[in-house]
T-cell receptor, first 113, second 114 residues
Framework: KQEVTQIPAALSVPEGENLVLNCSFT??????LQWFRQDPGKGLTSLLL?????REQTSGRLNASLDKSSGRSTLYIAASQPGDSATYLC????????????FGSGTKLNVKP | AAGVIQSPRHLIKEKRETATLKCYPI?????VYWYQQGPGQDPQFLIS???????DKGSIPDRFSAQQFSDYHSELNMSSLELGDSALYFC?????????????FGPGTRLTVL
C-alpha cells in the first residue's frame, strides 16, 4: 500500500533558525516527489519537484533532498522567517499508483518573530 | 504565465442539492486531476482524465461524476450533497500522461454543504 508520512505534525521555531521537515514513503518505486506549501484555507503552492533520478533540488532558501532507497525526503529551510509559517505537504507519485499524487498529512510550521 | 483556473472559488449548498465545479487547465495541457481535501485532512485523489477519457479513479463517491470536454476543461458534478462533502476541491493539470510531468494545481473551490 502506498503511504506518505510526515514528521513532525507541527513545529514551532524562533525566527532565523534553520529547520528540516521530514517525509517518508512506503515504496521506493516512485516517479517523483513534490513539496507544497499551504496557507490556512488556501490552495497549494508548489515549492520543489524532485524526479526519481535526482538527489536534491534547491530554490532560494529551500533545499529538498530525496533518498529513494530509504524512502525519505527532507525539506531544509534556511534562516526561517515568520512569513514561512504555513503547512508543508509532501506528495509522492508512486509507479504502482499510476499518475496520481499521494499526500502526507503535512507539517504545520510556526516561525515566531 | 497562465495558471489552472477553477470556478467558482466558493460555493454554498444545502444538503441533497447538486453542485458543479469547473476546472480550466493551463493551455495545451491535456490531463486533468481532481483532489478533495476535507477539513484538517490531506488531499485525496478523486479522478483524472487524459485526452477526454477517464484515466484513473480514486475514492470518488458514486454520487459524483466528472468529465473532460473537447476544450480540455473538466467538470465535477456532485449530487445528493452530504455534510461530509464540505471540502476544498483542487484541480491540477499536466501535459501528457507521462508521470514525470509536473502537475500544476489550481487555487481550489471551497464547497460548504449546510
Amino acid at each position: 500500500k502506498q503511504e506518505v508520512t510526515q514528521i513532525p505534525a507541527a513545529l514551532s521555531v524562533p525566527e532565523g533558525e534553520n529547520l528540516v521537515l521530514n517525509c517518508s514513503f512506503t515504496d521506493s518505486a516512485i516517479y517523483n516527489l513534490q513539496w507544497f506549501r499551504q496557507d490556512p484555507g488556501k490552495g497549494l503552492t508548489s515549492l520543489l519537484l524532485i524526479q526519481s533520478s535526482q538527489r536534491e533540488q534547491t530554490s532560494g532558501r529551500l533545499n529538498a533532498s530525496l533518498d529513494k532507497s530509504s524512502g525519505r525526503s527532507t525539506l531544509y529551510i534556511a534562516a526561517s522567517q515568520p512569513g514561512d509559517s504555513a503547512t508543508y505537504l509532501c506528495a509522492v507519485r508512486f509507479r504502482k499508483g499510476f499518475n496520481k499524487f499521494y499526500f502526507g498529512s503535512g507539517t504545520k510550521l510556526n516561525v515566531k518573530p | 504565465a497562465a495558471g489552472v483556473i477553477q470556478s467558482p472559488r466558493h460555493l454554498i449548498k444545502e444538503k441533497r442539492e447538486t453542485a458543479t465545479l469547473k476546472c480550466y487547465p493551463i493551455p495545451r495541457h491535456d490531463t486533468v486531476y481532481w483532489y478533495q481535501q476535507g477539513p484538517g485532512q490531506d488531499p485525496q485523489f478523486l479522478i483524472s482524465f487524459y485526452e477526454k477519457m477517464q484515466s484513473d479513479k480514486g475514492s470518488i463517491p458514486d454520487r459524483f461524476s466528472a468529465q473532460q470536454f473537447s476544450d480540455y476543461h473538466s467538470e465535477l458534478n456532485m449530487s445528493s450533497l452530504e455534510l461530509g462533502d464540505s471540502a476544498l476541491y483542487f484541480c491540477a493539470s499536466s501535459f501528457g500522461e507521462d508521470s514525470y510531468n509536473e502537475q500544476f494545481f489550481g487555487p481550489g473551490t471551497r464547497l460548504t454543504v449546510l
